[in-house]
């Protein structure tokens, strides 16, 4: 099979796509024909190797995974033994954190990962962009008790966690204020009730206090929101923050008063995924794409992402279909 390798960290020209052997379903798992995969946040980390303390988990001093890509849509091919829930034939989608390895024409998952069918009318490249974001969203929804009728800012709301976030805080029954660089018609379409025309780490005081502030991008920090929030308002950033701040105010929050800092750690788990394939059934959700690139161009899709220029998701096309 075709995959997207790479076997030191570093820039995106560290990628290579090259053949190499196609994967065996073990017990309890799907081999899955990908049809679509995406380069995202985390991809881009992993092939970096950076901040360096990643490396601990990744492998030193070379990555032990070489094939990086953690969300994927395609069609089940062949089923290990015990495998129930899937068959041949079924299109599924999912997100494979940690293991890794949606970047190739194969990949194979065990049946009670974070792997659902993808909803009839819904197309393999939307689902393959449908779970790193939106994972992302509901975990800053859960950190910061969010409910309906709150009043929320989402910075940097034209990105993959930005976009999702906008969406299903919608769907919650949340009033959103975006904030974003450029594109705000974008935002808007997403559902969001206004929109501030300011990067993350320029949003001003207008006097607007907000119950919660989530920061999409991790440009901002809590000093900066902290005039933005209710009395008891929230901060939960995707990002550590300087000297990762965000994890060390995090866990004062239980003894502080007032406005306080929470950190998401998000759930992989097949009740997330099967909540988000509600979500793209009924059209509450649809992942936001910028571009699409196919699999032999990877290096230019990570190129385009780090250049800090996309709205939403790129997806790599992997396999036709």
């Known amino acids: 099979m075709r995959a997207a390798v790479r076997r030191r960290y570093g820039p995106p020209e560290t990628v290579r796509v090259e053949d190499v052997p196609d994967p065996e379903p073990g017990a309890g798992e799907l081999l899955v024909r990908v049809h679509a995969s995406t380069v995202n946040r985390t991809d881009c980390a992993c092939r970096s190797g950076t901040p360096s303390f990643m490396r601990l988990g990744l492998g030193l001093p070379h990555p032990r995974i070489t094939v990086l890509g953690t969300e994927f849509a395609g069609v089940v091919d062949r089923t290990g033994p015990g495998v129930t829930r899937f068959a041949p034939g079924d299109r599924v989608f999912g997100y494979v954190e940690g293991r890794f390895g949606a970047h190739a024409e194969f990949l194979t998952v065990p049946e009670d990962a974070s792997v659902a069918p993808v909803p009839d009318g819904v197309d393999l490249a939307a689902a393959a962009a449908a779970t790193e974001g939106a994972h992302?969203?509901?975990?800053?929804?859960?950190v910061a008790r969010i409910r309906a009728g709150q009043h929320v800012l989402v910075l940097g709301a034209?990105?993959?966690?930005?976009?999702a976030a906008v969406q299903l805080l919608k769907a919650?029954?949340?009033?959103?204020?975006?904030?974003?660089?450029?594109h705000p018609d974008v935002v808007l379409a997403l559902g969001a009730d206004d929109v501030i025309e300011a990067a993350a780490e320029d949003v001003p005081d207008d006097g607007r206090r907000y119950d919660a502030v989530l920061d999409a991008v991790g440009k901002s920090t809590f000093g900066r929101v902290r005039p933005l929030l209710q009395p008891s308002g929230v901060y939960v950033s995707s990002e550590l923050g300087p000297k990762a701040q965000n994890i060390g105010l995090a866990l004062l929050w239980p003894v502080m008063r007032g406005r306080h800092v929470r950190f998401p750690f998000p759930l992989h788990d097949q009740a997330m995924i099967r909540h988000l394939a509600d979500l793209l059934a009924d059209g509450r959700f649809r992942p936001l794409i910028d571009r699409r690139y196919p699999l032999e161009e990877v290096v230019e899709a990570y190129r385009y992402v780090e250049s800090g220029r996309k709205t939403g998701n790129v997806v790599l096309d992997v396999g036709a279909g």
């Open 158 to 163: 034209t990105g993959g966690i930005g976009s």
């Open 172 to 182: 919650g029954g949340v009033r959103v204020t975006a904030a974003a660089r450029e």
């Open 136 to 142: 992302y969203a509901l975990a800053f929804a859960r």
